[in-house]
Structure formats: structure tokens, C-alpha cells
Nanobody, 127 residues
Framework: QVQLVESGGGLVQAGGSLRLSCAAS????????VAWFRQAPGKEREFVAA????????SYADSVKGRFTISRDNDKNTVYLQMNSLKPEDTAVYYC????????????????????WGQGTQVTVSS
């Protein structure tokens, strides 16, 4: 099991930037892909971005492509989500989660493929 703690959320004006962090402890974090999801009030949890265990491959939702960047530092057991050009529709609680299987070659966008969810960090973008 991996324990994940998200941080870095906050209130920002439209067009601003935030960097979220997902810090991990527990089983060998560097062996697993990690994804960011978000959930706005009254909406389903949606995929934002994912990064392969090695950091060599990334995947993004169309809604954030070109604005968000996912990265990881396996020495620090941390995955980051750099969010630029934020929009009010980016407002949500952001969660990170770990792939169920190690050394995966596929980056999934379905929440069911991930486990060990963090508690989330709130991002609010004002217009």
C-alpha cells in the first residue's frame, strides 16, 4: 500500500498558475504509474493526467492539454502537476492515485485502474 498526500492547492485568478504535489510513502513508489484526477461538486471524478513509472511517457485529458504538465521525481517520491493558464472550469478537488500494477506499459484514464487515493487538495479559480 502507498500513502499519498496532495498539497499545493489554493485560490487563484483565471490565467494564474499553481503547482500541485503528490508525496508518497509506503511500497516502492517508483515502480508505479501515477495519475491526477479531479472532481467538481456534483460531477464525476475525471482524469486529468498520468505519468509512467519511469517518467518517460505522459498522458493528458484534452481539456488540460497544453496548459498542465505532469512530472515526477522518484528520488523524492513525489509527482507534480504544474497548472498554467487556469480557468474557472478547472475548479475542483484534485486527487492523485497509483496504478494497481507495477511497471505498467499503459497509462489509464479510468479511476478503477488506480488505488491508494490521497485525500485531495482544493483548487479554486476565480473569474
Amino acid at each position: 500500500q502507498v500513502q499519498l498526500v496532495e498539497s499545493g492547492g489554493g485560490l487563484v485568478q483565471a490565467g494564474g498558475s499553481l503547482r500541485l504535489s503528490c508525496a508518497a510513502s509506503g511500497r516502492t513508489f517508483s515502480r508505479y504509474a501515477v495519475a491526477w484526477f479531479r472532481q467538481a461538486p456534483g460531477k464525476e471524478r475525471e482524469f486529468v493526467a498520468a505519468i509512467r513509472w519511469s517518467g518517460s511517457t505522459t498522458s493528458y485529458a484534452d481539456s488540460v492539454k497544453g496548459r498542465f504538465t505532469i512530472s515526477r521525481d522518484n528520488d523524492k517520491n513525489t509527482v507534480y502537476l504544474q497548472m498554467n493558464s487556469l480557468k474557472p472550469e478547472d475548479t475542483a478537488v484534485y486527487y492523485c492515485a497509483v496504478d494497481r500494477l507495477p511497471y505498467g506499459s499503459t497509462l489509464y484514464s479510468a479511476p478503477i485502474k488506480y488505488e491508494d487515493w490521497g485525500q485531495g487538495t482544493q483548487v479554486t479559480v476565480s473569474s
